[in-house]
């Protein structure tokens, strides 16, 4: 018998409105570190730093849902949600702290179980703790004391049978530092508090996250866990391949507390000899002849804090992390090998004392180490070590090689997802039981509605004037766009040197009669001048000019929103009919920050901001870029208030602020604080006693909830692909993702895009170091002088103004 279904919506959105009567925030709360929610390729774990100390906080809380949506028609899906019950036990919470200092959590994690082996029945009274891997501690329980010093050696397992094993000590010292109290997340659950404990939730995820970690075959990274027994490895190419793994995390639900299950894959290093792994790499024969410098700096980016593990010692498989790459060839090195100076070779040295002859001798070594004392490894003595997870950059090949291989149809993935939790057992899971943890093994069954689409306004001289989507489709063939942008020149780049000239012509005149018919002003005899003005770039292969009419239809549809045109309206939003965006004049903003990818330490974070322009339609909207301290995540400096023409009449202006994805839930409050404070003070600099109502929302696609048909046989209930419906949502913005060709919430994308453009105009500098230093585009290196300054004196070079014919267009689309 199924379980009744229930609400999945979260709690306490995280919606905000603030009137003008509310003073402005004040001295939050300590800022909390981030946690990723487990995208397809996580990236390390980021801080918000605060940009300027805010007033009082005290008069802001989260809104409670004030009820449930009543349009629509109601329907029944099931979501990747396990129900759990919240357990009755008294938990506390214990500092840990272990001398010498270890950053690697496995290597922590190892200690902490070490200790519980050897101490649990004597010094911790029988209990089985939950560990981080970090500095905290829990227990569902009281342990005998209130602080406590243990001493616990290791044995590095870097030996075969018979080899001599390193063995280390480490003193570590457990304090009591809280109770961790359920209570509040209980009243959370049931309403009575707008807030959720994240502690209380940290906890729990800690203790479901205990048993995966300590299986041999699961590679950890925060809420996800990969495993290369969980479906084939997949070759990425360039000596990567693709692992299956899955996300889980404890969710607080309006049917309750859940699991979140989902299935996830990622990019790993293949275990292969280091030399075969760069001749993958650099897809060509190096095994003789010398590399080239752009060859060397390449695989010094690549294995740079790989482990590898040596060969040619038998049994002795001793593991390094590699630091970086010589400049010389293997045969050019020498070294000291003692205090009186005696100088050998580095193929001297290993064939006198391994008895191994070097072969590769052009090949350049690997630096391991530090950098005052390092060690040379050659090429051909390593092997990369399993089980590590590639964190930098894919390219496009091995991004679409991972998509392929996450791409699962509804169906398959729901019966992954449910095969998962049952593999997982958490019913005969140890610490589970420690702590009182109980999972359903089936999905939630959820009630949602089918919300009807919105009617989208063309332009009157078109056959169609207006248009309904069905199921979540519609297309410009006897449409114009309700506003067409005015193109005077434009270029047509073609890099592919296997398509002749009369296909490009072709292929041109076609996007040209496209514009033309969906409403655009543009005069054909100009299109294929040489004329630096709208330039559109197009990929290396025919395929990109053999396109059909909507392919085309949709490349005039970006070209018209650049050039300042508007490609449709809703009619809602034309008659006024819109709740809280069209019965007041409103700006709608959108704002996101970008980060560089992990690896590359010295590039800046671009922070972007959009602002829409034409209230009532909310279709068009300026935007701002600007360089920000690396890793950072709040906005600063960048808040500028586009006054709508119609506040001049004493109307109020409403600030809708819409943030992209990439703040957790646990930085809801401070976000929120830090940036209404920036609202704030750039309305009271525009006009003084201006205070606004403020709506704030964040939009997050990283949530791992997916939806799926309650019966996969009910045709009226699935679309083609075997999704549920569009539409099928609690609490969407609906409206204003129509307006968007890809159905996704605009201001939020918009500021996604900007921020992404905008790393293209710094101009970067690879050094022979393979770090990447950021500069304006068109500009050599800008000296400190030219530099801003973020949080810890680091210098921060600005972007390259934007031309003013482009402030007020939509650039970045």
């Given at each position: 018998?199924?379980?009744?279904?229930?609400?999945?919506?979260?709690?306490?959105?995280?919606?905000?409105?603030?009137?003008?009567?509310?003073?402005?925030?004040?001295?939050?709360?300590?800022?909390?570190?981030?946690?990723?929610?487990?995208?397809?390729?996580?990236?390390?774990?980021?801080?918000?730093?605060?940009?300027?100390?805010?007033?009082?906080?005290?008069?802001?809380?989260?809104?409670?849902?004030?009820?449930?949506?009543?349009?629509?028609?109601?329907?029944?899906?099931?979501?990747?949600?396990?129900?759990?019950?919240?357990?009755?036990?008294?938990?506390?919470?214990?500092?840990?702290?272990?001398?010498?200092?270890?950053?690697?959590?496995?290597?922590?994690r190892a200690i902490i179980k070490e200790l519980v082996n050897l101490y649990k029945h004597s010094y911790l009274g029988g209990r089985l703790p939950a560990y981080d891997g970090r500095k905290s501690l829990y227990t569902a329980g009281p342990l005998p004391f209130t602080s406590q010093e243990f001493h616990i050696t290791l044995f590095?397992?870097?030996?075969?049978?018979?080899?001599?094993?390193?063995?280390?000590?480490?003193?570590?010292?457990?304090?009591?530092?809280?109770?961790?109290?359920?209570?509040?997340?209980?009243?959370?659950?049931?309403?009575?508090?707008?807030?959720?404990?994240?502690?209380?939730?940290?906890?729990?995820?800690?203790?479901?996250?205990?048993?995966?970690?300590?299986?041999?075959?699961?590679?950890?990274?925060?809420?996800?866990?990969?495993?290369?027994?969980?479906?084939?490895?997949?070759?990425?190419?360039?000596?990567?391949?693709?692992?299956?793994?899955?996300?889980?995390?404890?969710?607080?639900?309006?049917?309750?507390?859940?699991?979140?299950?989902?299935?996830?894959?990622?990019?790993?290093?293949?275990?292969?000899?280091?030399?075969?792994?760069?001749?993958?790499?650099?897809?060509?024969?190096?095994?003789?002849?010398?590399?080239?410098?752009?060859?060397?700096?390449?695989?010094?980016?690549?294995?740079?804090?790989?482990?590898?593990?040596?060969?040619?010692?038998?049994?002795?498989?001793?593991?390094?992390?590699?630091?970086?790459?010589?400049?010389?060839?293997?045969?050019?090195?020498?070294?000291?090998?003692?205090?009186?100076?005696?100088?050998?070779?580095?193929?001297?040295?290993?064939?006198?004392?391994?008895?191994?002859?070097?072969?590769?001798?052009?090949?350049?070594?690997?630096?391991?180490?530090?950098?005052?004392?390092?060690?040379?490894?050659?090429?051909?003595?390593?092997?990369?070590?399993?089980?590590?997870?590639?964190?930098?950059?894919?390219?496009?090949?091995?991004?679409?090689?991972?998509?392929?291989?996450?791409?699962?149809?509804?169906?398959?993935?729901?019966?992954?997802?449910?095969?998962?939790?049952?593999?997982?057992?958490?019913?005969?899971?140890?610490?589970?039981?420690?702590?009182?943890?109980?999972?359903?093994?089936?999905?939630?069954?959820?009630?949602?509605?089918?919300?009807?689409?919105?009617?989208?306004?063309?332009?009157?001289?078109?056959?169609?004037?207006?248009?309904?989507?069905?199921?979540?489709?519609?297309?410009?063939?006897?449409?114009?766009?309700?506003?067409?942008?005015?193109?005077?020149?434009?270029?047509?780049?073609?890099?592919?040197?296997?398509?002749?000239?009369?296909?490009?012509?072709?292929?041109?005149?076609?996007?040209?009669?496209?514009?033309?018919?969906?409403?655009?002003?543009?005069?054909?005899?100009?299109?294929?001048?040489?004329?630096?003005?709208?330039?559109?770039?197009?990929?290396?292969?025919?395929?990109?000019?053999?396109?059909?009419?909507?392919?085309?239809?949709?490349?005039?549809?970006?070209?018209?929103?650049?050039?300042?045109?508007?490609?449709?309206?809703?009619?809602?939003?034309?008659?006024?009919?819109?709740?809280?965006?069209?019965?007041?004049?409103?700006?709608?903003?959108?704002?996101?920050?970008?980060?560089?990818?992990?690896?590359?330490?010295?590039?800046?974070?671009?922070?972007?901001?959009?602002?829409?322009?034409?209230?009532?339609?909310?279709?068009?909207?300026?935007?701002?870029?600007?360089?920000?301290?690396?890793?950072?995540?709040?906005?600063?400096?960048?808040?500028?208030?586009?006054?709508?023409?119609?506040?001049?009449?004493?109307?109020?202006?409403?600030?809708?602020?819409?943030?992209?994805?990439?703040?957790?839930?646990?930085?809801?409050?401070?976000?929120?604080?830090?940036?209404?404070?920036?609202?704030?003070?750039?309305?009271?600099?525009?006009?003084?006693?201006?205070?606004?109502?403020?709506?704030?929302?964040?939009?997050?696609?990283?949530?791992?909830?997916?939806?799926?048909?309650?019966?996969?046989?009910?045709?009226?209930?699935?679309?083609?692909?075997?999704?549920?419906?569009?539409?099928?949502?609690?609490?969407?913005?609906?409206?204003?993702?129509?307006?968007?060709?890809?159905?996704?919430?605009?201001?939020?994308?918009?500021?996604?895009?900007?921020?992404?453009?905008?790393?293209?105009?710094?101009?970067?500098?690879?050094?022979?170091?393979?770090?990447?230093?950021?500069?304006?585009?068109?500009?050599?290196?800008?000296?400190?002088?030219?530099?801003?300054?973020?949080?810890?004196?680091?210098?921060?070079?600005?972007?390259?103004?934007?031309?003013?014919?482009?402030?007020?267009?939509?650039?970045?689309?």
């Amino acid at each position: 018998m199924e379980e009744a279904p229930r609400e999945l919506a979260p709690q306490a959105p995280p919606v905000q409105e603030a009137g003008p009567s509310q003073p402005s925030p004040e001295a939050p709360p300590p800022v909390q570190p981030r946690e990723e929610h487990g995208p397809a390729e996580p990236t390390a774990g980021q801080e918000i730093v605060p940009t300027a100390p805010p007033q009082s906080s005290k008069s802001f809380r989260f809104p409670l849902r004030p009820g449930k949506g009543s349009i629509g028609t109601r329907c029944l899906v099931k979501a990747n949600h396990f129900f759990a019950e919240l357990p009755d036990k008294d938990l506390h919470h214990y500092d840990v702290s272990i001398t010498p200092e270890v950053t690697s959590r496995v290597v922590s994690r190892a200690i902490i179980k070490e200790l519980v082996n050897l101490y649990k029945h004597s010094y911790l009274g029988g209990r089985l703790p939950a560990y981080d891997g970090r500095k905290s501690l829990y227990t569902a329980g009281p342990l005998p004391f209130t602080s406590q010093e243990f001493h616990i050696t290791l044995f590095d397992d870097d030996g075969g049978p018979g080899s001599e094993r390193r063995r280390r000590n480490f003193k570590v010292v457990i304090k009591f530092a809280a109770r961790a109290d359920l209570r509040r997340l209980e009243l959370f659950l049931a309403g009575r508090h707008a807030e959720a404990p994240q502690e209380a939730l940290q906890v729990l995820d800690i203790v479901l996250r205990e048993l995966p970690s300590s299986r041999p075959r699961y590679a950890p990274f925060g809420r996800l866990f990969f495993s290369p027994d969980l479906g084939r490895r997949q070759p990425l190419g360039d000596g990567l391949e693709s692992w299956r793994g899955f996300y889980q995390s404890i969710r607080p639900t309006q049917m309750g507390l859940s699991l979140n299950i989902d299935m996830s894959a990622t990019a790993f290093i293949e275990p292969l000899p280091v030399i075969e792994f760069v001749a993958q790499l650099l897809n060509c024969e190096i095994h003789s002849r010398p590399l080239s410098d752009v060859e060397r700096v390449k695989i010094k980016k690549a294995l740079r804090g790989v482990k590898v593990e040596v060969t040619h010692r038998g049994n002795m498989r001793r593991k390094y992390r590699i630091s970086g790459l010589t400049t010389q060839a293997t045969r050019e090195l020498t070294f000291p090998v003692d205090e009186g100076g005696t100088i050998k070779s580095v193929v001297q040295y290993f064939q006198e004392t391994y008895g191994f002859a070097i072969q590769h001798t052009y090949l350049p070594c690997l630096q391991v180490g530090n950098q005052q004392r390092p060690n040379y490894l050659p090429m051909e003595v390593c092997k990369i070590v399993e089980r590590q997870r590639y964190s930098k950059r894919l390219n496009q090949n091995q991004i679409r090689a991972l998509l392929e291989e996450t791409c699962q149809h509804p169906r398959d993935r729901e019966r992954d997802i449910i095969r998962m939790v049952k593999q997982n057992a958490y019913d005969k899971d140890d610490y589970a039981q420690e702590f009182g943890i109980k999972i359903s093994d089936r999905l939630a069954s959820v009630e949602a509605r089918i919300l009807p689409a919105p009617w989208l306004k063309y332009n009157e001289t078109g056959r169609e004037k207006d248009c309904l989507p069905r199921v979540g489709q519609w297309n410009m063939m006897n449409k114009k766009m309700v506003d067409g942008g005015k193109v005077r020149s434009w270029i047509c780049v073609n890099f592919a040197r296997n398509v002749q000239d009369s296909v490009v012509l072709g292929f041109c005149h076609e996007l040209a009669l496209m514009r033309h018919a969906s409403g655009m002003a543009s005069d054909l005899k100009r299109v294929c001048e040489i004329d630096l003005g709208i330039v559109s770039q197009c990929c290396c292969t025919k395929q990109v000019f053999k396109m059909n009419k909507q392919i085309l239809a949709n490349l005039a549809l970006k070209i018209n929103v650049k050039v300042g045109g508007r490609n449709t309206m809703l009619v809602d939003a034309v008659s006024r009919r819109i709740p809280l965006v069209t019965d007041r004049p409103t700006i709608i903003f959108g704002a996101d920050v970008t980060h560089p990818p992990p690896g590359e330490d010295s590039s800046p974070s671009i922070a972007a901001v959009v602002a829409s322009q034409d209230w009532p339609e909310v279709t068009k909207y300026a935007g701002l870029v600007s360089a920000q301290a690396h890793r950072q995540e709040l906005i600063e400096d960048l808040y500028k208030v586009w006054q709508d023409p119609q506040r001049g009449t004493g109307a109020t202006c409403i600030l809708q602020k819409i943030n992209w994805d990439g703040v957790s839930e646990g930085q809801f409050y401070q976000v929120l604080l830090y940036e209404l404070n920036a609202i704030r003070k750039a309305c009271a600099s525009l006009e003084a006693n201006y205070q606004p109502k403020v709506t704030f929302v964040v939009v997050q696609k990283r949530h791992h909830t997916r939806l799926f048909a309650h019966n996969h046989n009910d045709q009226n209930s699935i679309d083609r692909s075997g999704n549920i419906l569009p539409g099928s949502y609690k609490q969407p913005l609906l409206h204003l993702c129509k307006v968007h060709p890809l159905c996704i919430v605009p201001p939020a994308y918009y500021a996604h895009l900007a921020a992404f453009r905008a790393r293209f105009y710094m101009e970067p500098e690879t050094s022979d170091s393979g770090s990447v230093a950021s500069g304006p585009a068109g500009r050599g290196p800008q000296s400190a002088s030219h530099c801003t300054r973020g949080p810890g004196g680091a210098a921060v070079r600005p972007l390259p103004a934007l031309k003013d014919n482009v402030k007020r267009v939509m650039f970045y689309c």
